[in-house]
């Protein structure tokens, strides 16, 4: 996004730009953004759940959607053409894996090895209460059972 | 001139903690207990020499001494004083010097306060500071050597990672950060110390360690907060936390000492628990070096992963070292550390602390087994993938609603036992708070089921915690007549642990609200605007006035000037938010403009413009009580700070009488 | 001291050391394509840059993937504003040139930048053998799941993408590539694969 501000410096700043080395062309054939119209607020709401679920591939693990990268926004813009077209979120994120790999899907898939991430907490908890009545039970079980 | 001097300083000071902590041993060993004052004086010796070098440092810095290898990777002469300064711990070098430094100022504490204490166990602490600081020593006369001389010297450096030099938060938040993580090198010292003098049988260690715990996690809560401050201003996106891994690498250790500080209340009391809290503590440590060494070695991509290389291999080492050490110390005696335990009742403060350790620690382990999957499933599937934002969400949150509901429960309910009949009377009115605040949430709009709990848990927990001041005043008032101000103080003064312990909840509390309420009822839109166009959000408008551009020092900025309007139509303020470009960097760092209320922040970052200043796309986010996420981080320390003052013995003062708690006499040899 | 006991907690640490020690010999930051031996997605971009001589394109003709089968294409994705992509520039260029009446087309996509400013690049640069063409909002760039440029995407004859390259191509590397999809080519049994710098 340099070359924006190299042109504002220019343009608007006048010449305060003298220590960049480029020149300040071409911006205006820059495509706006996309902007997010209120006429279809449940489509926006799609594309918010969509976007937050897949992963800006510039940045530093933000999603699409809380990235203010230009490709995070064309990304964007891309889950809400394909909603729009009757997608359904899962074939949009299935589109954004054949081009990018699992990598982009922020929260991994409930699928084969990735099914332990998700059972280790829970089996962890599970354990860790059962194990905390075992102990309540013996610590306050009557006095003959400790030594 | 100055790099010799601190490179020899260093070289001296790893010949110092080499010595003292080779000494120690051979010195209990041989009875020489005279022979101490030279392991001391080798700590003393150490924290001068490593001062030196940072001195040296930041006066290099400063000077723009560019035939330093470290100011000529960060420094540059046209960055702002304050940030030359801090960019001491802006890169890789620097920060494992300031890190040597904390740790050489920490170990020497701890020698001034505790070398007159009688046995070995402060000996063999300190000995395992100087280990560790040997570590560290090593580094900085190896491969993160900052003092590397460059020939031929530049005439001007690349200045600090643009991120860092572009909010003075970066001047608190790293300082915060390694106080807390290398203070918990303490507790882990008096730990292995305890194991080492064969006194982890007694609670004396956890008492002297024990404040040093809570200093180094008020300082470690601190620089989250500060932390997440910082990216909320900088990252422009109107978050203030993303589970990075750099993220969860403190808050990892921030969970297992505040289960730390739970449980070792419960092995004071009922002298059990002790081998459980011997390993929150040591893991505590463990967690802070695998912090570092993940966000560090570039092993997991992260914000801050500075860079990949030859110290990576060292930090392996040393993981490698501290675990198989310590986890061989604290299996292999762990028969002699584990005591029976003995609770009064299922209805006792006691099992809610088991509860909340099991809570802290599941947190902990999802949130470790979601940092360290990436790596899993690539060695296992030869795939990459990732875990962000809705993992931790989906799996950490419904924990962190139960420590919530926790902490309204704990602070209610009596050490010992108590009947359920009497558990139900005191659990009354913080359910009363918890329906009130949850139908709030309701009728706000809140759907989200974890959201309404947490609310509904927000109320609870406060009601439980502040009826405790409430109870305590009252008792006071009444009984010897005091104004309320003064019941308050001496109540507080009275047992500084326990009420230091409330209010750090209340700060707690407060966070949650801020994050819940945030994140709940967050409005955000994004629009282009000519200049006099208004965007309104969640009933904020604002106004765009124009678009400028200013060219400073170290970078150029452009920004755009929007006006606030009110309800009438009148302008109410104005937010200036900005792009900033670096010279040294193609990424812009934006610089989003946040106006705080007490109810919440309207926060208006600049996404792009047009070069002639036709118009700007500007993102309005409308963020409800943020700005207690920040207070609530203050009333913790505020909380940490009372705490730590000497309450005397009434921490464990009121001892159900039901109940006797069993001896600890026998412990305390 | 329970020697067992302390082996058996010692041998626990050692996964996750292993773990750690196998995380050295990976790059996060690398991150493998899905895309090597699929079909390459279409598109039908725009000409801003002509090129030059035989291999030259109208200015405002279109470039479709789908009419080029039977040819070896390099898709290089680039912008003005990327400073790698000033040191694969001429390679690129000059290669183009070298297959001049071979059954292969280099088309360069413009990625996040103008027209203008883009063109202005390709005059600084000393010219251009190829077409580039305008890909607005990026769609084609996400279709190759693009993260950043320069990259470098060779199709083969029957439209599959045979290679990917991250980062500015070596000359070498792009004619071996070539080469080995080119029907006359000495079998050199090499699987394609996507390469990542």
Excluded at chain 1, 23 to 46: M, W, Y
Excluded at chain 2, 83 to 97: M, P, Q, R, Y
Excluded at chain 2, 393 to 402: E, H
Excluded at chain 2, 574 to 590: A, G
Aim: charged fraction near 15%.
């Amino acid at each position: 996004m340099k070359r924006h501000a190299l042109a504002t410096l220019a343009v608007v700043a006048g010449a305060l730009c003298a220590a960049r080395p480029a020149s300040a062309q071409g911006v205006e054939a820059r495509s706006r953004p996309s902007v997010a119209t209120a006429a279809d607020s449940a489509l926006e709401a799609q594309t918010t759940a969509v976007a937050s679920t897949l992963r800006c591939p510039v940045c530093q693990g933000e999603s699409l959607q809380d990235s203010p990268s230009d490709l995070a926004r064309q990304m964007r813009a891309v889950v809400r053409d394909k909603l729009r077209a009757g997608e359904t979120p899962d074939e949009v994120r299935a589109y954004f894996v054949s081009k990018y790999g699992e990598w982009i899907l922020l929260e991994p898939t409930m699928t084969g090895l990735n099914i332990l991430l998700y059972f280790i907490p829970v089996l962890l908890v599970i354990g860790g209460l059962v194990l905390v009545a075992f102990l309540v039970r013996r610590w306050t079980a009557p006095e003959s059972t400790t030594p | 001139m100055i790099d010799l001097l601190a490179h020899n300083a260093l070289l001296v000071s790893l010949a110092a903690v080499a010595f003292g902590a080779i000494l120690t041993p051979v010195t209990i060993r041989t009875g020489r207990r005279e022979w101490l004052q030279l392991v001391y004086g080798a700590v003393y010796a150490n924290f001068l020499l490593v001062s030196i070098a940072a001195v040296s440092m930041v006066v290099a810095l400063v000077t723009h001494d560019f035939s330093v290898s470290y100011v000529a990777q960060v420094g540059s002469r046209s960055t702002p004083l304050l940030f030359t300064v801090i960019s001491l711990w802006g890169a890789l070098e620097g920060s494992i010097l300031f890190w040597a430094w904390v740790l050489g100022l920490y170990s020497a504490a701890v020698v001034a306060l505790h070398r007159r204490r009688l046995g070995n166990l402060v000996p063999y602490a300190v000995m395992t500071l100087l280990a560790v600081a040997a570590f560290f020593a090593i580094l900085l006369v190896g491969p993160a050597d900052p003092f590397l001389p460059v020939f031929p010297v530049p005439a001007d450096g690349p200045g600090p990672n643009t991120l860092l030099q572009n909010h003075y938060l970066m001047a608190v938040h790293p300082p915060l950060l390694y106080l807390g993580y290398v203070g918990m090198s303490v507790p882990f010292a008096f730990a292995l110390g305890a194991i080492f003098s064969n006194e982890a049988a007694s609670n004396d260690w956890s008492i002297l360690s024990r404040r040093w715990m809570l200093t180094s996690w008020g300082f470690l809560s601190a620089a989250i907060i500060a932390g997440m401050w910082w990216s909320y201003e900088v990252l422009g996106w109107g978050g203030y936390w993303a589970w990075d891994p750099v993220e969860n690498a403190s808050f990892l250790p921030w969970l297992t000492a505040t289960a730390y500080l739970h449980s070792v209340m419960v092995q004071e009391r009922r002298n059990m628990l002790r081998l459980w809290t011997l390993n929150l503590c040591v893991a505590t440590f463990v967690l802070t070096i695998l912090g570092t060494f993940l966000t560090r070695s570039g092993i997991l991509s992260s914000v801050h992963a500075f860079t990949t290389g030859a110290i990576g291999y060292y930090f392996l080492a040393f993981i490698a070292i501290v675990l198989v050490t310590t986890l061989m110390l604290v299996a292999g005696n762990s028969e002699r550390i584990q005591t029976k335990g003995k609770l009064g009742g299922a209805a006792s403060r006691e099992t809610v602390f088991l509860l909340n350790n099991l809570f802290l620690t599941a947190v902990m382990l999802t949130v470790l087994v979601g940092t360290l999957y990436p790596l899993v499933a690539e060695a296992v599937r030869g795939v990459k993938v990732s875990v962000g934002v809705p993992f931790f969400n989906r799996m950490a949150l419904p924990a962190m609603v139960s420590l919530l509901f926790l902490m309204g429960v704990g602070p209610a309910l009596p050490w010992g036992s108590t009947t359920w009949a009497d558990a139900r009377k005191r659990l009354y009115p913080p359910g009363i708070a918890a329906m009130i605040l949850g139908a709030i949430a309701v009728i706000a709009g809140a759907r989200s089921v974890y959201a309404i709990l947490a609310f509904a848990f927000v109320g609870y927990a406060a009601m439980s915690n502040v009826r405790e001041f409430w109870i305590g005043m009252r008792a006071r008032h009444r009984a010897h007549g005091e104004s309320w101000p003064t019941a308050l103080v001496r109540l507080v003064a009275g047992n500084r642990r326990r009420y230091g312990g409330y209010v750090a909840h209340i700060g707690v509390l407060l966070i949650a609200l801020g994050i819940t309420a945030s994140s709940t009822f967050r409005s955000e839109r994004e629009a282009t605007l000519t200049p006099g166009q208004t965007l309104t959000v969640a009933g904020h408008t604002v106004r765009l006035k124009n678009l400028w551009g200013r060219e400073e020092p170290q970078r150029s900025v452009i920004g755009a000037t929007m006006d606030v309007v009110g309800k009438n139509g009148a302008i109410i303020g104005t937010m200036e938010p900005r792009m900033n470009y670096y010279r040294v960097s193609d990424q812009p760092v934006p610089t989003p403009a946040v106006r705080s209320s007490i109810t919440g922040d309207l926060y208006v970052n600049l996404m792009a413009f047009e070069s002639s200043g036709a118009n700007a796309t500007v993102k309005v986010i409308v963020e409800p009580f943020v700005p207690w996420i920040w207070f609530g981080g203050l009333v913790i320390v505020i909380g940490a700070i009372i705490g730590l003052g000497y309450g005397g013995r009434s921490a464990t003062a009121p001892a159900p009488a039901t109940n006797p708690a069993p001896s600890i006499a026998s412990a305390d040899s | 001291m329970n020697w067992k006991r302390a082996a058996i907690a010692v041998l626990a640490a050692a996964p996750l050391i292993a773990l750690f020690a196998y995380g050295f010999s990976r790059d996060p930051a690398e991150i493998p394509s899905p895309l090597p031996g699929h079909a390459a997605p279409e598109f039908t971009l725009a000409v801003f840059a002509p090129g030059e001589g035989p291999l030259m394109r109208p200015l405002g003709d279109t470039v479709r993937l789908g009419a080029l089968v039977g040819k070896v294409v390099v898709v290089n994705f680039w912008a003005s504003w990327c400073g790698p992509c000033r040191a694969e520039h001429a390679g690129l260029s000059e290669t183009a040139r070298q297959y001049v009446g071979k059954p292969v087309r280099f088309i360069g996509v413009l990625y996040n930048d103008g027209a203008a400013a883009a063109s202005d690049w390709i005059t600084q640069m000393g010219g251009q053998s190829y077409p580039a063409v305008m890909d607005l909002g990026s769609v084609t760039a996400i279709d190759y799941g693009v993260y950043g440029v320069p990259e470098t995407y060779i199709v083969d004859a029957s439209g599959r993408i045979a290679y990917k390259y991250v980062g500015p191509i070596p000359p070498s590397v792009l004619r071996q590539w070539i080469d080995s999809l080119l029907p006359n080519a000495t079998a050199t049994g090499m699987m394609p694969l996507a390469v990542v710098r």
